[in-house]
């Protein structure tokens, strides 16, 4: 019987994205916090991955010193919680989520630009730069 081949390994990527400014930085973070609620109503990802991947204390952290938009602080407060919700009333988990989708899109549009301004969020490599 043969032996199943074990998957290949591929190098590590690094993967940069960058925001030259407060406003750019939170629209960032907006959009990736939707991705992200999405991937969870989805099930594509568990409560505890979006919680220890993006929605902690260290982005909450960030925003707070960098004095970002109060309601996008507050919604990556509660979507910080999403774990505990989980873990203690899992029925009330989707409307915890829509209410930070709620939030997250109206920062969104109180932070939309006019049109594309600024520079590309994809950073080259450090290797790649000359």
């Known amino acids: ?14 993967l940069w994205l960058r ?12 959009i990736a916090a939707l991705g992200m609620c999405n991937a969870l109503t989805q099930n594509a990802v568990t ?14 952290s ?5 004095n970002a938009h109060p309601e996008l602080r ?3 407060h509660l979507a910080s919680e999403f774990e505990d919700v989980a873990d203690v009333a899992p029925d009330k988990l989707a409307s915890a989520i829509a209410e930070v989708q709620d939030k997250l899109l109206g920062v969104l549009l109180a932070l939309a630009p006019p049109e594309p301004a600024g520079e590309k969020w994809l ?3 450090p290797e790649q730069r000359a």
């Open 19 to 30: 925001a030259d400014d407060l406003f750019e930085s939170q629209r960032l973070v907006a």
């Open 47 to 60: 409560p505890a991955y979006a919680c220890h991947q993006l929605f902690g204390p260290a982005l909450l």
């Open 62 to 66: 960030r925003l707070a010193s960098m």
């Open 74 to 76: 507050h919604a990556l």
């Open 1 to 14: 019987m043969n032996e199943p081949t074990p998957p290949r390994r591929v190098p590590q990527e690094d």
């Open 123 to 125: 950073v080259p490599l």
